[in-house]
Every structure is written in C-alpha cells, then in structure tokens.
C-alpha cells in the first residue's frame, strides 16, 4: 500500500509540474531562439558569394523535426522500450524500475521550447502513454500490497492501460515522423 501511495504522489507530482510549466513565460518564443551555425561554407572549396558571406556568420533555424526528435525522442524512444520489454514480460519491480527512468526522461523535457505542433502531435500523446504506464503502475502496486491479489486479477486491467498506453505511444510516434518528413 506505502508503494501505491509513493507512486500516486509521484503521479500527481509530475501531472502538477507539467501543468504549472505551462503557466507563464517570458513573452518570447524561446524556440526561434534554437539556431545551429551552418557550416556548410566551411566545408566548400569555392569562393564564396556575397550571399553566403553573410548566412556564414549568421545561425540558420533547426528544422522543426529535428528539433522535435532531439527534445521528444529520448521520451518516446523510453516507453517504446518498455512496451518492447513488456511484450516479454517484467517483475513488478522491473515495471516500477522502468517508470521510473522513463520519468526521468520526461524531467527533462524542455517545455518551455517546445513547438506547437511538437507539442501537439509527439508531446501531448505521449504524456498520455506516460499517464497510462504511471497508472498502470499503481494498480500493480496496489495489488502487490494486498493480501490475496494474485497477477490473474489484476492482468486484464494492466493489459487495458498497456493497450491504451501502446495506442497513445503509437499516436506520438507518428507525430514524430510526420513533422520530420
């Protein structure tokens, strides 16, 4: 029960702190702020035009897919991971373990530089995945402390948020490979 509880607060902890990174902001849009110095003329051998002497000392924006992948993909690629070892099977102990790094991946997304349509077709699914796996979580932590829960009982519920977390998990996913392209 002591373990339900620590991963419901942890729970509510993360849906908090999502919630109130939202709230705010410094009234610029921190994500054209991102830029990369192209190097593109340091690498030619031709003389360079007027045009690119200028975009030489000028950064050039990151595609928003890359930009995307590099703040979501460690995020996504953690549950795609665990819902591969989940097709196999884990502890209790393992799923908890598993949670656990994927929250700390989660920890670290920039959300205050997030692109919309990041944010709308990567970041918002798979914060539901996330939730799925997290309540998941603590249905199993539940029944381990229980006296008389066998796996039988609680399967079919764990199986039904695995399945809605795979499908949430599936929708960001796509959204990363849909802004990519």
Request: proline fraction near 4%; charged fraction near 25%.
């Amino acid at each position: 029960m002591f373990a339900a509880a620590r991963l419901r607060l942890l729970g509510c902890a993360l849906l908090a702190a999502v919630l109130l990174g939202g709230c705010g902001g410094s009234g610029s849009d921190a994500t054209t702020e991102r830029t990369v110095a192209s190097d593109e003329t340091a690498r030619t051998t031709e003389k360079p035009t007027a045009s690119r002497k200028e975009a030489k000392g000028k950064p050039r924006p990151v595609p928003a897919g890359d930009l995307c992948q590099s703040q979501l993909g460690g995020f996504v690629g953690s549950m795609d991971g665990l819902r591969r070892r989940l097709a196999v099977g884990v502890t209790y102990d393992q799923y908890v373990a598993e949670v656990r790094g994927i929250r700390s991946t989660y920890g670290e997304i920039p959300i205050e530089q997030l692109r919309i349509d990041c944010l709308t077709a990567v970041a918002t699914p798979g914060e539901k995945a996330f939730n799925r796996y997290i309540e998941a979580a603590n249905d199993w932590g539940e029944c381990v402390s229980e006296l008389g829960c066998d796996s039988a009982e609680i399967e079919p519920m764990l199986q039904r948020r695995w399945r809605i977390a795979s499908h949430f998990l599936s929708e960001a996913q796509d959204g990363l490979r849909t802004i990519a392209s």
